[in-house]
């Protein structure tokens, strides 16, 4: 799975097991591989998120967790270097759209929104931001995995929230 992402096809890997069994260490193991390899793509780009056990009333938990690491912002820092993070990548990848996706990202990591930004979500009813949300993140993912090859591991998925578990429903599907 590894060697065929590297190469530049996608594919979904699942690792199950009885708790204590080593899930972890091997995706931890995998993911060294992956980090380590060479791809004539650019450098590989490992996307983690865990789910919690207390995590199934936190809506978009793992989904935090992808967004803090593809950032480079853990949750100790303050929030307005994430939302000027946010936005610099945002605007990075998707130019003049970044109203497009920004406001959407941002809200999805519970950040306090400019003005500007937070008009775009107001208008919407809840689920025409959770529908759009969606949208904006399997965008983000196919974006980045156009820029190189991108792993999007998701840990403790029974653990998982009702919205991630729909989120990561869809993005299966990309």
Do not use: N
Not at 53 to 80: A, I, K, M, N
Not at 111 to 122: C, D, Q
Not at 163 to 173: A, N
């Amino acid at each position: 799975a590894a060697d065929a992402v590297l190469g530049g096809t996608g594919g979904i890997l699942f690792i199950t097991g009885e708790a204590g069994i080593g899930k972890s260490r091997l995706s931890a193991e995998v993911r060294g591989l992956v980090e380590a390899a060479e791809s004539p793509r650019g450098a590989p780009l490992w996307l983690e998120g865990r789910c919690v056990s207390y995590g199934e009333s936190l809506p978009y938990w793992p989904y935090r967790d992808v967004l803090r690491e593809w950032l480079g912002v853990s949750l100790e820092e303050p929030e307005l270097r994430l939302r000027v993070s946010l936005r610099r990548e945002v605007e990075r990848l998707f130019g003049q759209r970044v109203l497009e996706i920004y406001p959407y990202l941002g809200a999805m990591l519970g950040l306090t929104l400019e003005a500007e930004a937070a008009s775009r979500l107001t208008e919407l009813s809840p689920e025409a931001v959770q529908y759009r949300t969606f949208e904006v993140v399997g965008e983000l993912i196919a974006r980045l995995a156009d820029e190189r090859p991108v792993v999007l591991a998701i840990d403790d998925l029974h653990w998982a929230d009702a919205t991630s578990l729909q989120l990561t429903e869809q993005l299966l599907g990309i």
